[in-house]
């Protein structure tokens, strides 16, 4: 079993609607948590970031984190056909320096 | 364009041979990352240099090396190349922060 599980889909929503994107982690020492977003042939970009449990909101996206369940979110508002887009998790424990555990992607698709 | 520039983009060669990947980070980070993203196994963390050494060290297979030189370029070296080495080839840099992660566009590779 993979340390990080994430549903691949792909998830097809309407333009304008809300997407929720979810993670799954075993690793209790997990700390840091991140949301990344990788279009077709590019590398991953950072969208959120958190530490530790709690909520985060930017602009249209917003993050939580729940320690307890080992269960991370990210939604979207009011979805554009520009957030088609793979998502990543990405997780790190306070003691493994800088080095990231990734899920292994939900591509999402808006449709106009 | 993110800062970080992996060269070459594209790589064709065949099983046996031995390539070179190379980055160089944004400007200002000490911090160079290898990840490898295949479709099974999604983005996996290979090895981490801070400043010229090495600081982390994931699943990276004996037959890959890495170094990081005095003008904190990277190269990664595969060597005895297989089919399964087929994969797109990512590098990320930070100046050390757990969220100032930037990944470059990667480098695929294809192996016949």
């Known amino acids: 079993q993979k340390e990080v599980e994430q549903d691949p889909g792909p998830l097809s929503v309407p333009e304008g609607a809300i997407v929720s994107l979810n993670c799954t982690y075993s690793?209790?020492?997990?700390?840091?948590f991140m949301w990344y977003r990788q279009y077709s042939r590019k590398g991953p970009e950072l969208l959120m970031y958190?530490?530790?449990?709690g909520n985060k909101e930017d602009g249209r996206f917003t993050a939580q984190v729940d320690k307890s369940s080992k269960y991370i979110s990210l939604f979207i508002r009011d979805s554009q056909p520009s957030d088609s887009a793979t998502y990543l998790c990405?997780?790190?424990?306070?003691?493994?320096?800088?080095?990231?555990?990734f899920g292994g992607g939900t591509r999402l698709m808006v449709k106009p | 364009d993110s800062g970080v520039t992996q060269t070459p983009k594209h790589l064709i060669t065949a099983t046996g041979q031995r390539v070179t990947l190379r980055c160089s980070p944004r400007?200002?980070?000490?911090?160079v990352y290898w990840y490898q993203q295949s479709l099974d196994q999604g983005l996996q963390f290979l090895i981490q240099?801070?400043?010229?050494?090495?600081?982390a060290k994931g699943n990276i297979l004996e037959r890959f090396s890495a170094q990081q030189f005095p003008d904190l370029h990277s190269e990664l070296n595969l060597s005895s190349l297989e089919l399964g080495d087929s994969a797109l080839y990512f590098c990320?840099?930070?100046?050390?922060?757990?969220?100032?992660?930037?990944f470059g566009s990667g480098t695929r590779l294809t192996v016949v």
């Open positions: 400007s200002g980070d000490l911090s």
């Open positions: 990320a840099s930070s100046q050390g922060q757990i969220d100032g992660y930037t």
């Open positions: 240099y801070y400043n010229g050494e090495e600081r």
């Open positions: 990405a997780m790190s424990a306070s003691n493994a320096g800088n080095m990231l555990t």
């Open positions: 690793n209790s020492a997990f700390q840091y």
């Open positions: 958190t530490y530790s449990s």
